[in-house]
């Protein structure tokens, strides 16, 4: 399975980004999905992440009420839309998506993921 990320870029403090995720000729709308990230020298984060198995999906506290993950199964993508973005937002970003994962937000576990795409916020 091929996952083609696109949507990073630079922006200033307070901007919006729309990070896409896509898995062209693969419906994915039977698997769990999240968003990852990775600053250097900092550990990776799972920022958002929806289990196939939830109503709701789950964000780290520090990215709530400004990022929202979203899934279109007709198009097979999905997307983490940023908004009030702050310096401490910088990474690499990584989706990933899995049909057998026990705890969402652990990239580990998930067997097809992103090449990444870098988000740098300027102050």
């Known amino acids: 399975v091929q996952l083609v990320e696109s949507g990073g870029g630079l922006v200033h403090t307070g901007g919006s980004l729309r990070l896409s995720c896509a898995t062209p000729g693969f419906p994915f709308d039977d698997y769990t999905i999240g968003w990852f990230r990775q600053a250097p020298g900092k550990k990776r984060e799972g920022v958002s992440c929806?289990?196939?198995?939830?109503?709701?999906?789950y964000y780290m506290e520090s990215v709530k009420g400004r990022f929202t993950i979203s899934r279109d199964n007709a198009k097979n993508t999905m997307y983490l839309h940023m908004m009030s973005l702050k310096p401490e937002d910088t990474a690499v970003y990584y989706c990933a998506v899995d049909p057998w994962v026990v705890n969402p937000c652990w990239l580990d576990e998930y067997d097809y993921r992103g090449q990444g795409t870098q988000v740098t916020v300027s102050a």
């Open positions: 929806f289990s196939k198995d939830d109503a709701t999906p």
